[in-house]
Structures are given as structure tokens and as C-alpha cells.
Nanobody, 124 residues
Framework: QVQLVESGGGSVQAGGSLRLSCAASGRLFSTYTMGWFRQAPGKAREFVAAIAGYRMSTDYADSVKGRFTISRDNAKNLVYLQMNSLRPEDTAVYYC?????????????????WGQGTQVTVSS
């Protein structure tokens, strides 16, 4: 069982920055692919970014590429999402997710463990 706890959400004006953190339990954290997803009101949950375990390769949704950066600290069981140049359309609840395989995943159904989410609100 893996527990995930997100933090770092909040309200910011357009153009601003936030850094989300996700703390994970478990001894095998370094082997997991970690992902960030988001869900806006009335919309489906969507992929934002992912980082693989050992190789630490990354993947981003086109909508955030060049603005968001995913990273991880395996020694501390933490994964981060640095969000710059935020836009009102980035407003959503952001979720951290873990997949026990080491491959990059983009689909929600491919992730086994989920956090409770943290709200990000970007005002214009």
C-alpha cells in the first residue's frame, strides 16, 4: 500500500508560480513512476506530467510543456511539480499518482495509488 499526500496548492494570479509537493510512503518509491493529474470542475481528470523511476525520464501534456517541471527526490520520497507562467485554465484540483511499473504512463487507469488532491486557483 502506498499513501500519497499533496501539498503546495493555493491561489495565484496569472503569470505566477506554485510548486506542488507529493509525499509518498513505501520503501520502493524509487521504482515507481509518479504522475501529476488535474481535474477542473465539470471536466475529466487529465494527465499533466509523469516521471519514471530509475531512469527519471519525463513526459508532459502539451498544454503545460515549457511551463511545468516534474522532479523527484528519491531519498526523501518526494515528487514535485514546479508550475510557472500559470494561466486561468490551469485552475483545477491537482492529484499525485503512483504506478508500480517503471514506465511512463499517461492514463488514469494505469495508476494504482492516488492522493486526495490539492486545489490550484489562477485568477486573471
Amino acid at each position: 500500500q502506498v499513501q500519497l499526500v499533496e501539498s503546495g496548492g493555493g491561489s495565484v494570479q496569472a503569470g505566477g508560480s506554485l510548486r506542488l509537493s507529493c509525499a509518498a510512503s513505501g520503501r520502493l518509491f524509487s521504482t515507481y513512476t509518479m504522475g501529476w493529474f488535474r481535474q477542473a470542475p465539470g471536466k475529466a481528470r487529465e494527465f499533466v506530467a509523469a516521471i519514471a523511476g530509475y531512469r527519471m525520464s519525463t513526459d508532459y501534456a502539451d498544454s503545460v510543456k515549457g511551463r511545468f517541471t516534474i522532479s523527484r527526490d528519491n531519498a526523501k520520497n518526494l515528487v514535485y511539480l514546479q508550475m510557472n507562467s500559470l494561466r486561468p485554465e490551469d485552475t483545477a484540483v491537482y492529484y499525485c499518482a503512483a504506478d508500480q511499473t517503471s514506465s511512463i504512463r499517461r492514463l488514469t487507469r494505469e495508476y494504482l495509488y492516488w492522493g486526495q488532491g490539492t486545489q490550484v486557483t489562477v485568477s486573471s
